[in-house]
């Protein structure tokens, strides 16, 4: 009941609160562009090569209008090259930084695109919470974290610290006129003799911090409420990832205690007991469960179902294949004509992340966002990658990733991907089991010779398409006097197929 | 005889102990491992191999090797070679259904996730936000010598995709996305 209380004045707070700003985006959407529809120009326009926070191919673009004039950038934008010729001192200077490499045009962006665009990049009329999650919040520390997110959080973090001090609470240890005045002028904080100030600079090496003129007061206080508010975590009730370990543990401890019972029977028949026939009947039932689990262990040598080694990166099928749905074969490519599948190789990876170096997905208790970066980190270390400064790092010896193998068929068996891939056409999964939905890969088949002639036996052969058995079907037709073939029946199961 | 049946329990206890205590993170019990022929003892794709320097099997082409079935690419990885390939380079295949299919299934695997079905940039990673700033095909001035020197070489923050196929696939990958470009202009 509490709770439910609770949450109508949360929402009341809410209501008002998103009337107020509603009120106040109105207004300011008069005079400058659309945050929302610039955001969505900029995510189709801009961002394969601009990102707000960072320099990516071009510049970090969050607020550029502080820096340029609205008629440069308008001019800047439908047409550099026209502005670069008419002898822009600006845009030959930015075009010589950039190597030369010519920022596309957009002569088709009206000039309300354009202002859009601007209102995205200068992040002013807040982005109202639109998810669930961030509407609980307070819109005040929503546009703070937003604020804190573009403006400080290349150097800070909440948590720890990072180029600068961590700056969760910050406002317990210093008071919100001296970080009014630190956050919007550092340098004449300092120049008036501020000790406090000056002992910072100090504590970092004398490595001055950036200067905010462009925050004003009211944007200062909404970083700073984000910083004095405490998160809740993001729900940790995602789905344990696949973790059957507990219903298996389960029925193993009923056969054991069963076991045991029976073991307790036997024990009393041959200690306690005068009856002669039980005695044989144990007797024979003893030899029999002895042969019987002897042989069972004897057949699980060499069988590896269920085996999930421990990687060196922890890469989740289920992040990339599952979530984001990218094909099997776009990582790895050479099943198609291989007899192996392909270990994906580095530069495969980096075609996303290069772009994506951070993880923003669901996480779990034991997995939280920290984690998947680390994961992301391990790629970058490898291949040599600067993630800040988007670029290899010069004369990097790069260091391969000891993937630990999986599936291992014997070596007297010859298998061939191509040949199932390509030519049978047959799923992935049907050999793999539901990759998709494995945090960590493990083997879903036995690979045993039955596991494959099983296959052979059942599996119908794709004869359409194929030119190879346009003859040979028609042959196989007539002889076995049937219309549909399986892999057993064209010779599937002849021993030299696969040991020779 | 009382003794035989003792050990027989024992036994019969151990071996059935024996089977809870399987942990997947490691292999299963494996006869004769290193001399039966389940783990190979040729020099296997991704193995270690002693000869080579780095100590790996994997070893990337010798400068100036051109390997079987590929065509060497003289056009370079500049602004430059990107307009000239933009003009000059054409196409050895011819346009027809097989190699239409082929294109398809290729740019289905390898540009759908981010480029979308339809080449209107709307692929699940741009849909989740992951890679954003994807194109649509009608707002560019491309053509096939552009289209393929991308592939070849990737283009901003697109990456290479030489290496996941080959001259052939890219060429047919070329093909459809022509395909997709007049589609969508229509």
Redesign the interface.
Known sequence: MKSVKKHSLVNKIIYLSLTFLLFLNFNVSGQTGNYDKGKQLF????????KLDKK??GPALANITDKRSKEWLHAWIKDNNALRASGDADANALFKEYN???MMQYP?FTAQDIDDILAYTSGKPKEIAQNTAVAKVDPKVAEGKQLFQANCAACHKLDKKLIGPALANITDKRSKEWLHAWITDNNALRASGDADANALFKEYNGMPMMPFPQLSADDIDKILAYTSYVEVKADVTQSKDSNLAKPKAST?WMS?VL?LVL?LV??WI?VKSNNGFLKIAA?IF??F??AY??F??LF?????T?????QPIQFSHKIHSG?????C??CH?SAK?S??SG?P?L??C???H???SEYNGPVTSDKDKAFYDGEIQKVYDAIGWDKDNTAYKPNFEQV?VK?I?VH?L???AYFNHSQHVTVAGVTCQTCHGPVETMEEV?QFSKLTMGWCIECHKTTEVKMKGNGYYNNIHDQLSKKYGIEKVTEAQMGGQECGKCHY | MKHIFNIAILALLAISLSFCSRDNRTRNVRYMASTDMYTPVSYETYGTNPNYTNGLDAQAPVPGTIFRGEVPYEIANTEEGYQLALKTLKSPLEVNDANLANGKAMYTIYCTSCHGDKGDGQGVLMQREKFLGIPNYKDRAITEGSIYHVIMYGRNMMGSHASQLTDKERWEIVQYVQKLRTDLLK
């Not at chain 1, 269920?306 to 421990?310: S, T």
């Open positions: 995510n189709v326009n801009c961002a394969a090569c601009h990516l191919i030369g490499m010519p088709q193993a054991i076991g073991l036997i024990v041959f007797t003893l030899l469960g002895i689990l002897g069972g262990a699980q040598v060499g069988i590896d269920d085996y999930q080694p421990i979530d984001n749905k990218i094909d074969q776009y490519s004509h007899k192996t270990i190789s530069n495969v980096m075609n996303c290069k772009s994506i391969p993937w193998l291992n014997a070596d007297f493990k």
